[in-house]
């Protein structure tokens, strides 16, 4: 075990000078896929904890050059509205938000209206921008969606166990219509998501967030109390497989990688991936599996998001058909 901990946090170490290192600055950006974690979207999806030593720092960004309001909206396990409020976002700007001590804020950066704390709540915030006037007005039932303006990243602290991880928000683009659309995964027998995790024997910490997103009558994507079901297993560092119990997601669910997904009758010795397969209640096209990873060994945290093969392939262009206009 201790041998697997030393090499994880040399791999952590060794990862942080590569991508310190990388150089993107070449690749050409552009916006047809209508999900990111790299691109800015019209809605963000980040988790957020506030149970007794959970600390959630929320993060969004205005990179679009134009003003927009932004409705944010804490849903909590059960897919009930925890709170809302509108935050006006200028040009270039950025907020941070706690879900423990929160304000609406107007144009010019000012508080607006009762401060807001939330505690003992646990689930997921959307935060959805709209196109506004020079005035900021919150947005109404007649606003338009702001497509491919805002960014977003989170972070979570377990102040008991001593560790934190921070991930990008999953940025949501519209539609030919101007609505919220899902990434539209890629349906077949091998059809399925996947979390990456490291050995859970030497995991000191770990939280899975898993929620149930789908496409709202309003024009916005939302969490969904209808039940998704999936076949669940284990694939370790030879590709063997281990079957675990089912998994199953309403609204959000907090899981831990060992003793939930894997329950402690079942052993497992190396890192590897917990494929979820979809049995019941996805309907693609409007229905999707957002979830997130984020594990510690000793002080160091590591987290990573649910993956899945998409139709329309990589989420990211910068990184794959930009390069054909790459200077170099």
Not at 90 to 96: G, Q, S
Not at 106 to 119: H, K, Q, R
Not at 131 to 141: K, L, V, Y
Not at 290 to 317: D, H, L, R, T
Request: glycine letters at 8%; one cysteine or more.
């Amino acid at each position: 075990m201790k041998q697997e901990r030393s090499w994880l946090v040399a791999l952590v170490a060794a990862s942080s000078m590569v991508l310190g290192l990388s150089d993107t600055s070449s690749a050409e950006f552009d916006f047809a896929d209508g999900y990111s974690y790299t691109q800015p979207g019209a809605e963000l999806v980040m988790p957020y904890d506030t149970f007794v030593g959970k600390v959630t720092f929320l993060v969004a960004s205005n990179i679009s050059g134009r003003q927009v309001s932004t409705h944010w909206t804490f849903w909590n396990e059960n897919c009930s509205e925890a709170v809302d409020f509108s935050i006006c976002l200028t040009p270039n700007d950025t907020i941070v938000v706690d879900p423990r001590n929160m304000q609406a804020v107007g144009p010019d950066n000012e508080g607006v209206g009762p401060e807001i704390s939330l505690s003992e709540v646990r689930g997921v915030v959307t935060v959805v921008a709209f196109e506004t006037d020079d005035d900021c007005t919150a947005f109404g039932p007649d606003s338009s969606i702001a497509d491919d303006s805002i960014v977003g990243a989170f972070t979570f602290a377990d102040v008991a166990d001593g560790f934190s991880f921070g991930n990008d928000a999953l940025a949501l683009g519209t539609d030919s219509g101007g609505s919220v659309e899902v990434p539209e995964p890629e349906l077949g027998n091998d059809y399925e998501f996947a979390l990456q995790s490291f050995n859970p024997e030497s995991v000191d910490s770990s939280v899975v967030v898993l929620t149930h997103l789908r496409e709202a009558t309003d024009g916005t994507v939302r969490p969904s109390s209808l039940t998704l079901r999936f076949s669940t297993s284990f694939v370790d560092t030879t590709e063997i497989p281990t079957s675990l119990p089912d998994t199953t997601v309403n609204c959000t669910e907090f899981y831990s990688i060992a003793d939930d997904l894997i329950p402690a009758a079942t052993t497992v010795e190396t890192s590897g991936i917990v494929r979820l397969q979809p049995q019941t209640g996805l309907n693609n096209g409007t229905d999707y599996l957002y979830g997130i990873v984020g594990q510690s060994v000793v002080a160091f945290g590591a987290s990573s998001s649910v993956k899945v093969e998409q139709i329309a392939g990589s989420a990211s262009p910068a990184f794959v058909d930009g390069m054909e206009n790459s200077l170099f």
